[in-house]
């Protein structure tokens, strides 16, 4: 398979394909083999020319990809452990480069990290606005009635945050700096030593420190193991700004928790 016909490649220049062709690694997997499982440490991209590989989050899978397809940027651009789990579900030949390799050329071909990064920005937005469309809708009812165009803006500004039980998200006092929405998980509020609520996916948390301007009124702690979505304060105003329905339906909930 030519390296031409990989999507994020398409344009490039010959002396960057050539190198390419130099330094990627063939390396094959049988049909059910793991590539790579999600928490474990990456150090490879893997661009696949011949076979097909499957997907998986927390045991969902999210997307299937086959031949020209590529996986595992994210280790190179963010030094991350594995956000997913990819399985062969065909015999695979495969191309691998190493964040070596990577790093090397990157160095002289900045349109290689720039492909890249889009390449990862565009799939991280994907994923939110699946995740936003599929499970937090019907929980989150302030985005009751969210139009495309709100869900695909979130989704590229949104982060995707991990937390294990026990760890603490925010503390009484800190400057409120971000807006956040429960994806999956139970997270507690508290004052002092006293437990105020618990909350689940489609909850919001620290928008009444970005709408009064004062410090975060509570402690929010994870119960579980958890995950939320991310918002920072500048994103936060612009979006509000840009779809004030939506604005207006997060201040009723500061409002009420007031």
Do not use: W
């Given at each position: 398979?030519?390296?031409?016909?990989?999507?994020?490649?398409?344009?490039?220049?010959?002396?960057?394909?050539?190198?390419?062709?130099?330094?990627?690694?063939?390396?094959?997997?049988?049909?059910?083999?793991?590539?790579?499982?999600?928490?474990?440490?990456?150090?490879?991209?893997?661009?696949?020319?011949?076979?097909?590989?499957?997907?998986?989050?927390?045991?969902?899978?999210?997307?299937?990809?086959?031949?020209?397809?590529?996986?595992?940027?994210?280790?190179?651009?963010?030094?991350?452990?594995?956000?997913?789990?990819?399985?062969?579900?065909?015999?695979?030949?495969?191309?691998?480069?190493?964040?070596?390799?990577?790093?090397?050329?990157?160095?002289?071909?900045?349109?290689?990290?720039?492909?890249?990064?889009?390449?990862?920005?565009?799939?991280?937005?994907?994923e939110i606005e699946n995740s936003i469309g599929g499970k937090l809708l019907q929980?989150?009812?302030?985005?009751?009635?969210?139009?495309?165009?709100?869900?695909?803006?979130?989704?590229?500004?949104?982060?995707?945050?991990?937390?294990?039980?026990?760890?603490?998200?925010?503390?009484?006092?800190?400057?409120?700096?971000?807006?956040?929405?429960?994806?999956?998980?139970?997270?507690?509020?508290?004052?002092?030593?006293?437990?105020?609520?618990?909350?689940?996916?489609?909850?919001?948390?620290?928008?009444?420190?970005?709408?009064?301007?004062?410090?975060?009124?509570?402690?929010?702690?994870?119960?579980?193991?958890?995950?939320?979505?991310?918002?920072?304060?500048?994103?936060?105003?612009?979006?509000?700004?840009?779809?004030?329905?939506?604005?207006?339906?997060?201040?009723?909930?500061?409002?009420?928790?007031?």
């Amino acid at each position: 398979m030519s390296l031409r016909k990989i999507p994020f490649l398409k344009g490039a220049d010959d002396q960057l394909i050539s190198e390419l062709a130099i330094v990627m690694e063939p390396v094959k997997f049988s049909k059910g083999e793991t590539i790579f499982r999600q928490g474990e440490p990456g150090d490879s991209l893997y661009l696949i020319v011949e076979g097909a590989v499957q997907v998986s989050s927390e045991g969902r899978v999210i997307a299937e990809l086959g031949v020209g397809g590529c996986f595992g940027e994210g280790a190179l651009l963010e030094g991350q452990t594995r956000t997913a789990t990819v399985s062969a579900i065909e015999d695979l030949s495969l191309f691998q480069l190493t964040r070596e390799s990577y790093s090397v050329l990157a160095d002289r071909f900045k349109r290689l990290r720039f492909r890249l990064n889009n390449l990862h920005k565009d799939r991280k937005a994907e994923e939110i606005e699946n995740s936003i469309g599929g499970k937090l809708l019907q929980n989150a009812p302030f985005l009751t009635g969210a139009g495309g165009g709100l869900i695909k803006e979130l989704a590229r500004v949104l982060e995707r945050q991990q937390l294990k039980q026990g760890d603490v998200l925010i503390k009484e006092g800190d400057d409120g700096r971000y807006f956040f929405l429960i994806e999956e998980g139970l997270l507690g509020i508290s004052q002092g030593k006293q437990q105020l609520a618990e909350l689940g996916p489609g909850s919001c948390i620290g928008e009444g420190a970005l709408f009064s301007g004062r410090a975060c009124s509570a402690t929010v702690t994870a119960l579980t193991d958890a995950s939320c979505f991310t918002l920072r304060k500048e994103s936060f105003r612009r979006i509000i700004s840009r779809y004030p329905v939506f604005g207006r339906r997060l201040h009723d909930i500061h409002s009420k928790r007031s």
